[in-house]
């Protein structure tokens, strides 16, 4: 059962970038689709972007100016990098592995970033 | 604002059934078989529940099913039980450029 872990940050000033690792465990990170997805405090889910086996990515219209998606296959890691962040981009951001259009079947436990001076 | 909509809240007594709906368009739901559902408790990650209209993942008891009519998917559970309560997410493909889209969520109550 593979299994994802969110790292980074959990305060980042506005105007900056927002960093953050996703550990994958349980499994390989080739030949899945791996995406951000988060979730802004009392709200709904908001897919970011995806990375597939470090050949491709796609990312939301409304963020892509501001996204990064990476991937390190030799730690098993995927990095999202949203720059210029605003008191908006606080949330809680999730990692998940992606099955195939936008079927999302594992996710990480979440990690809180607030955009605060 | 969500791209698909969900009604906010749903409520049911123990034991009966419920159905929760997420409206699209022509260019995600009704374009495409790629519709999957979330249950997300307060503070925890979702869960994956269904997938590709009505498909479910091994673990997920066969009181939760999905449907899709035209532009609007539901997701039914019958014989509520009290762990049934949770937050419901919909999501589905919106294709090439998209990608992907949720909706808003629905709280479900159980009486």
């Known amino acids: 059962q593979v299994q994802l872990q969110e790292s980074g940050p959990g305060l980042v000033k506005p105007s900056e970038t927002l960093s953050l690792t996703c550990t994958v465990s349980g499994g390989s990170i080739s030949r899945y689709y791996w995406s951000w997805i988060r979730q802004p405090p009392g709200k709904g889910l908001e897919w970011i972007g995806y990375i597939y086996d470090t050949v491709s990515n796609k990312y939301n219209p409304s963020l892509k100016s501001r996204v990064s998606i990476s991937v390190d296959t030799s730690k098993n890691q995927f990095s999202l990098k949203l720059s210029s962040v605003t008191a908006a981009d606080t949330a809680v951001y999730y990692c998940a592995r992606d099955l195939a259009a936008g079927t999302f079947d594992s996710w990480g436990q979440g990690t809180p970033v607030t955009v605060s001076p | 604002q969500s791209a698909l909509t969900q009604p906010r809240s749903v409520s049911g007594s123990p034991g009966q059934s419920v159905t929760i709906s997420c409206t699209g368009t022509?260019?995600?739901?009704?374009?495409?078989?790629?519709v999957s559902w979330y249950q997300q408790y307060p503070g925890k990650a979702p869960k994956f529940m269904i997938y590709d209209v009505s498909k479910r993942p091994s673990g997920v008891p066969d009181r939760f099913s999905g449907s899709k009519s035209g532009n609007t998917a539901s997701l039914t559970i019958s014989g509520l039980q009290a762990e049934d309560e949770a937050d419901y997410y919909c999501?589905?493909?919106?294709?090439?450029?998209?990608?992907?889209?949720f909706g808003g969520g629905t709280k479900l109550t159980v009486l």
């Open positions: 999501c589905s493909y919106a294709g090439s450029y998209t990608f992907a889209v």
């Open positions: 022509s260019s995600d739901i009704g374009g495409y078989n790629s």
